[in-house]
């Protein structure tokens, strides 16, 4: 009786086995596309994300529903083991991972026929912002997986803004102590592309296709962004030819390169003129940078000329933003050169004057003036 049961018990376990287990578990390795450190994520830096898997079938059946997937030195794991259906899977992924349906104040909806995240809205406070990640598999089958994880890629959804400054007048000190964009859109909808996320779909240029890139909508509400910057700010002091950075961290934050840097939405830019678009307002749509900043010059760069007075302080000017469009995806550095001048005094004057004025020589030399003739005899001695 005891061998019998033995027997029973052992044909038990292998029936469950072949019953659950068809093939290997599901499992996932994750890229990013390429992008320099802003506190942007990379595939070194990336440790967590959640994902959705919906069945390539009528109706679609929902595999896998915001499933928190996190790295482990070097594996990446979730709670428990899902297996590979019959029928090919298409996953949705969203770094980082929302948090009662949101990120970032937007609302997080995937569905098999539609992925979508609904008023995105990028915090005023650049500590808070993320770097807003997307990835797309479509047709998965366990096939294509007997013996490899799922290879997530990626793509950033967001436009990233980092700022430079230099100074090519030797007879200048700057130090910049803050640095603001006005008028940037701060709210949009997102929406999944239609085709896989995976490196093969970027062309060697670096251009993505455009199906495998997700679409941004109804992107509103304009606001005035802080880029983050080290509290004693960025001294140019004399001739600095090579750009330094404003958004960068130093001393014990030094590995954490361009901390300060922007993840703004994708969205055309028009620029502010100051001769012709009006006063900075917020009816005013064109696009500015107001840097907070102590300018000094003279031969010994003692003399302070911004802001005026002898004050110790700091005051913002206005510098007009080019017009271009934000791409997602992309990195923009913005290099504000000091020399010949330093953009126009903030306020309702809608044709305001420039901060500083270099001083200029035009040179004149008086005529010698005719003061008269006179001729000199040249007598010989008399002996």
Known sequence: VTALSAAALTACNNDEVLEVNQGRGISFQVATDASTRAQATTTNSIDEFMVWGFTQEEPAKTLMEELSVSKTESDWTYTGTIFWPAAPVNFYSISPEPVSG??????VSIKSNEQKITGFTVNTDQSQQVDLLYAVNKGETKDGHETTPVSI???HALSQIVFKAKNT???LKVI???VKIGNIKKSGDFTYPTSST???????????VATTQGTWGNVNTAETFSAGMN???????GKVETAVDLTAATG???SKSYTGALFMIPQPLAAWDPSTTGALSSSNTGVYFLLDCQIFSGTNRDVQIWPAGTASTSAEIAVPANSLTWEQGKKYVYTFIFGDGAGYIPGPDPDPDPTLIGIDFDVTVDEFIN????DIEMETGKE
Do not use: H, M, W, Y
């Open 102 to 107: 949101e990120v970032s104040e937007g609302t």
């Open 153 to 155: 890629n990626f793509r």
């Open 169 to 171: 007048n030797e007879n």
């Open 176 to 178: 910049v102590k803050g």
């Open 198 to 208: 995976t490196p093969q779909n970027i062309a060697e240029d670096g251009t993505i």
């Open 231 to 237: 509290a004693g700010g960025v001294t140019l002091d």
């Open 252 to 254: 014990s934050d030094a």
């Open 371 to 374: 003061g008269g003739e006179e």
